[in-house]
């Protein structure tokens, strides 16, 4: 196995432009800035030479060059803030590039720019696809490490992210020197990704297999040319884990799915979706034992079939809806590759301690791996009332096992998304744990832009207005 050095080999140097300007989807995420790491050795032994990783800065640094936040995004998000928790980025908001260098990297595997499927091999010139090696949440912390390192950053005040962002931040100061980081806030959050995770993962992750067009992930990686029926009912499947059975049903009830303005026309599924109630003979796939008969081409009998190709419930729609927009922003690949990287978070794995033949159960585990480990005390832990994905239970358990940590509950009907939802209530938490944690940085006026500075900061943190790409905020 190749080995490696810290210093100069893995210190990362900044481009001009973007490395792989044939990423549709990179393409999508608005100004960002790119660094790549000549190598990057990953838990698995594997190298990835030339490691490009996107990412996205606000504010300023301070002289001190310690007044950093680090944001990590969840499991389909990007390095821009603003798109996904736009209500706390900003002047006088929980995230404020007048007191903060507030800096935000992509995840490796992801779609959005830093190394991934999408990304070209150095060894062969060809695309990785399904060959890309698997990396994991702590491969994510080095190689934004080494990009703090070379922006300049002597310490990180506040690590924050919520669901995969929020197993991130658990591991920044565990895979940091001690002291790096000086307060972590994750919110929607476990230790490890529990079975009940891994177990929604997988039945997408099956989805996407299951879609002949998927071909070992060899496909074309735009919305038109991949697996696009697999990865829509993928995320049909996730939305029902990411909301709540409560916000379904004040949402939609038994509302119908509301009508296009052509009733005599009847429209494609989206995507081509496959349909169970569809007979063989509107797809044109003849079974041997089931002949097409003429009652099977007759007109009322395709006309009812067809009617009902369309969702007949409003929720049904939303769900399509749903698949539709994301097959159009994410790719196959990628979401195989962040789905067993989330699988495979756990914080004690490799980190058991010599205990001297002492047993202990898994709580004393985790907090002495929390002690021996540097992560600093007073954590914040966010959690969502209604999350059934990642329970209540699981932010209860940190809270109890982070030193002097203090839980905080939001409250919402809209289960685990909660977090990328309940914008006052979060934002409230953050900024108050922040000016606990850091008055230094609120005092007096800020210094860190001038008059240009924060119009341009204005501009770059507002909302784009309607829905977000890789959050939640909707238009439908």
């Not at 977000?468 to 238009?475: D, K, P, R």
């Amino acid at each position: 196995m190749k080995t490696t050095s810290k210093y100069p080999i893995n210190m990362a140097t900044f481009l001009d432009h973007n490395p792989n300007t044939d990423n549709f989807y990179a393409n999508l995420i608005q100004n960002q800035k790119f660094a790549v790491i000549p190598e990057l050795t990953l838990d698995s032994g594997e190298v990835l030479e030339s490691c490009p990783v996107a990412y996205k800065t606000w504010g300023r640094l301070n002289e001190s060059r310690d007044n950093v936040l680090v944001i990590c995004h969840a499991l389909t998000g990007s390095s821009d803030i603003s798109d996904w928790w736009s209500p706390l980025l900003g002047r006088g908001k929980a995230f404020d590039p007048a007191h903060f260098f507030i800096f935000c990297a992509n995840v490796l595997g992801s779609p959005y720019g830093s190394a991934s499927p999408l990304t070209i091999d150095p060894r062969t010139g060809q695309r990785y696809a399904g060959e890309f090696p698997q990396t994991t949440v702590r491969d994510d912390v080095r190689a934004h490490k080494y990009v703090l390192d070379a922006l300049g950053v002597r310490s990180v005040a506040a690590v924050i992210g919520g669901s995969m962002g929020g197993m991130t931040t658990l591991e920044w100061p565990l895979c940091t020197e001690r002291g790096f980081v000086k307060s972590i806030i994750p919110i929607a959050t476990a230790a490890d990704h529990s079975a009940w995770g891994i177990s929604w993962a997988e039945a997408q992750r099956q989805c996407i297999y299951s879609d002949p067009k998927f071909d070992d992930g060899y496909y074309e990686p735009c919305p038109e040319g991949q697996p696009s029926a697999g990865l829509a009912a993928a995320r049909m499947v996730a939305m029902l884990t990411y909301r709540s059975c409560v916000s379904f049903d004040h949402r939609f009830g038994r509302k119908p799915q509301q009508r296009q303005k052509n009733p005599g026309r009847v429209s494609e599924p989206p995507l081509d979706l496959p349909r169970t109630d569809m007979p063989t003979a509107a797809t044109g796939a003849t079974p041997p034992s089931s002949p097409i008969t003429a009652k099977d081409r007759g007109g009322d009998d395709r006309k009812r079939w067809g009617a009902r190709r369309d969702p007949s419930f409003s929720a049904q729609g939303y769900l399509h809806y749903q698949g539709q927009k994301f097959v159009q922003r994410f790719d196959a690949n990628c979401y195989l590759h962040i789905t067993n990287k989330m699988d495979a978070h756990d914080v004690t794995l490799g980190r058991t301690l010599d205990r001297n033949g002492r047993d202990a159960n898994a709580d004393d585990i985790l907090r002495e791996i929390f002690l021996a480990g540097g992560v600093p005390s007073g954590a914040l832990v966010v959690s969502v009332e209604t999350d059934a994905l990642f329970l209540p239970e699981q932010q209860e358990r940190l809270a109890a096992c982070l030193p002097r940590a203090r839980l905080a509950v939001l409250r919402s009907s809209d289960g685990h998304d909660g977090f990328l939802l309940e914008f006052e209530q979060l934002g409230a938490l953050v900024l108050d744990k922040l000016k606990a944690d850091f008055p230094h940085f609120f005092r007096g006026k800020s210094a860190l832009l001038d008059n240009e500075e924060d119009e341009e900061e204005e501009q770059r943190t507002a909302q784009p207005g309607g829905a977000s790409l890789t959050g939640e905020v909707e238009a439908w």
